[in-house]
């Protein structure tokens, strides 16, 4: 109750015990308190991704306006998923659990911490291996806050948790090479390949073969091929560009918990040259600037190059079937290029703003090509076409 209106009241009475001659005055101080509730509960961001083993910075609440407001003293959390699964909510502990294993956390003050257990690749390896897709859990959470005083009503926010497999499973033609193994189920051989390094390709044909030499010719077979690394978060993308400044190897940073990505960095020579890179969200980016001319441009799910490192520069246009081959960027299947809408002489003439030769964010439907110091990998909406 700290910081709530409120006053110490002092009550007094008259007071005559049985059998006294006379009236004893009595007193008593009493402490009256005018909660004022927080109206809504509120979190920075509605809306995350994230990836299996991946932790994500905390999530906080955001303080409604206005001083001396009550914060609720107890959360807690209840969830449904995409599949049905089973989930709970453990009060003692503040854990969201699917299948029993852990997904988030929810502090004594609200804040959120996402860290899938690893555990769950148990639960991605019962689902079926069709397609190029990485396997996903959807979480649709509600996150209620209750207040010490019962009178008052609860509050709740919406939460919606994206959670994707580290691992990918594609079709594959490989050589007609296997070896059998014990497993008595599609999901026990899935999993029994996850946790081999040396799987490179399983197949269930009512027992579980596995294979390893992918490059002998012969006699093929299609099986489903284990792709390590399959995350945004261990791979770098290669970005061409006549622009010297833009073109380079842009490598992980940091999850971006505010546009669901990950935050992008080519590295300059000096800190000034160092340029960043992101996807844009409207419902975020546009609600930052109040509205320019980028929001006019992007759209949701575009990449866009930060250089306000240079004076006066921003990279603000969008990655489409433009004018003039400005940039592109690498990428699959052959022919599939891309080129970018040169700004106008207006944009370009703007004072003391649009100053970029040639500004641009790459759309979401060019997936890049992805050179990674792990592994080299192409995104997945090429994996089936890449690996045939």
Not at 98 to 112: K, L, P, Q
Not at 229 to 245: I, K
Not at 266 to 271: A, I, M, N, V, Y
Request: aromatic share 10%; net charge negative.
């Amino acid at each position: 109750m700290a910081g709530q209106n409120g006053g110490i009241c002092l009550v007094t009475a008259w007071h005559k015990a049985v059998g006294a001659t006379k009236f004893e005055q009595r007193k008593a101080r009493i402490l009256a308190v005018w909660p004022q509730p927080w109206s809504a509960l509120t979190y920075e961001t509605a809306s995350v991704s994230v990836t299996l083993g991946e932790q994500l910075p905390v999530i906080k609440l955001v303080p409604p306006a206005g001083e001396g407001l009550l914060k609720p003293s107890f959360f807690k959390a209840s969830c449904s998923s995409t599949p049905a699964l089973n989930n709970a909510f453990d009060d003692l502990l503040g854990f969201g659990l699917v299948e029993g294993y852990s997904v988030f956390e929810v502090a004594a003050d609200g804040s959120i911490s996402i860290t899938p257990d690893p555990g769950l690749s148990a639960v991605f390896d019962t689902m079926a291996s069709t397609g190029s897709s990485r396997k996903t859990i959807s979480l649709s959470c509600s996150v209620w806050g209750a207040f010490p005083d019962p009178s008052l009503q609860p509050i709740k926010a919406s939460l919606s948790i994206e959670v994707l497999d580290n691992i990918c499973w594609v079709a594959k033609s490989v050589a007609d090479l296997y070896e059998p193994a014990s497993a008595t189920s599609e999901a026990a051989c899935r999993a029994d390949c996850r946790r081999d390094a040396g799987c490179a390709a399983y197949r269930w044909v009512g027992e579980c073969r596995r294979y390893y030499n992918t490059a002998t010719p012969g006699t093929t077979v299609t099986a489903i091929a284990k792709v390590t690394d399959c995350t945004a978060e261990s791979a770098c993308m290669e970005l061409t560009s006549p622009t010297w400044y833009m073109a380079g190897i842009y490598c992980p940073v940091a999850p971006d918990i505010f546009h669901k990505s990950i935050l992008y960095r080519k590295d300059g020579l000096t800190p000034e040259e160092t340029i960043h890179m992101t996807k844009y969200l409207a419902a975020v980016d546009m609600a930052a600037s109040g509205g320019t001319i980028v929001d006019a441009i992007c759209g949701d799910g575009d990449w866009s190059l930060d250089c306000k490192a240079f004076p006066d520069h921003r990279v603000i246009s969008v990655l489409t079937q433009g004018i003039q081959r400005a940039a592109k960027i690498n990428s699959a299947p052959a022919g599939s290029e891309q080129h970018v809408q040169q700004p106008t002489d207006k944009l370009m003439q703007t004072p003391g703003r649009w100053t970029c030769e040639a500004v641009f964010c790459c759309a979401s439907g060019a997936y890049a090509f992805c050179t990674g110091k792990k592994a080299l990998l192409f995104l997945l909406l090429f994996f089936s076409s890449l690996l045939r």
